[in-house]
């Protein structure tokens, strides 16, 4: 679980350097993709909800976002938190997946 965790700092890393420094040049009409919103939701969509990973995906891409932002600290981490949890709560209340079983 250690391993994953690192791996994700770093990812999220990367994806926040490459958003604030290399994407701004190719904004569309003053818009840049938010590469690191779309992998927490990916992240949660396609994780599994029994562990936290979700949650610590969004902390850590929230908090990076913060760091190279110029709004104060922990905006992006309450917004990221905050639809993490909200697809983890319809994921687990509303939408049923059919796991196949291991023999």
């Known amino acids: ?12 890393y990367i994806l926040t350097l490459l958003q604030t420094s290399f994407l701004v040049q190719f904004n569309i009409k003053g818009i840049v993709p938010n590469l690191v919103l779309i992998a927490v939701i990916l992240i949660n969509f396609f994780g599994s909800p029994q562990n936290n990973l979700g949650i610590f995906s969004a902390l850590s891409g929230g908090f990076f976002l913060d760091i190279f932002s110029e709004n104060f600290i922990g905006f992006y981490i309450l917004i990221l938190v ?16 059919p796991f196949s079983k291991r023999i």
């Open 82 to 97: 905050a639809l993490a949890l909200f697809i983890q709560l319809v994921l687990k209340k509303y939408v049923q997946i």
């Open 1 to 12: 679980m250690l391993k994953k965790l690192l791996v994700l700092i770093v990812f999220f």
